[in-house]
């Protein structure tokens, strides 16, 4: 009944900028945490940001004070803005929601999208 989808993925060169979002629809709710994942070719699905009802973020050491992830309730979307990327950014992004916890941990988040490419040329 819950439904997440990602948009924005796409080819990038190292240092630009992207942003993805996230549109939900079915039963949602503000209260719910939101969050992005991300997957490398290889590699397991890691947490990059999160972000709660309140407005409070967190994030992942490696993309902190590149990325943002923000949220807006009245339209059902969040974002990840991401700068100054770099190869190894390179993965299909995620977005997440938990009704439950202020969590990093993908096996505590009970919606998903399908994800969308992010792919970061040096």
């Known amino acids: 009944q819950v439904q997440l989808v990602e948009s924005g993925g796409g080819l990038v060169q190292a240092g630009g900028s992207l942003r993805l979002s996230c549109a939900a629809s079915?039963?949602?709710?503000?209260?719910?945490?939101m969050a992005w994942f991300r997957q490398a070719p290889g590699k397991e699905r890691e947490f990059v940001a999160r972000?709660?009802?309140?407005?409070?973020?967190y994030y992942q050491d490696s993309v902190k004070g590149r990325f943002t992830i923000s949220r807006d309730n009245a339209n059902d979307t969040v974002y990840l803005q991401m700068t100054s990327l770099k190869p190894e950014d390179t993965a299909v992004y995620y977005c997440a929601a938990n009704s439950r916890y202020r969590s990093t941990h993908p096996v505590e988040y009970e919606y998903w999208g399908q994800g969308t490419q992010v792919t970061v040329s040096s």
């Open positions: 079915g039963r949602t709710f503000s209260t719910w945490t």
């Open positions: 972000i709660i009802w309140s407005g409070y973020t």
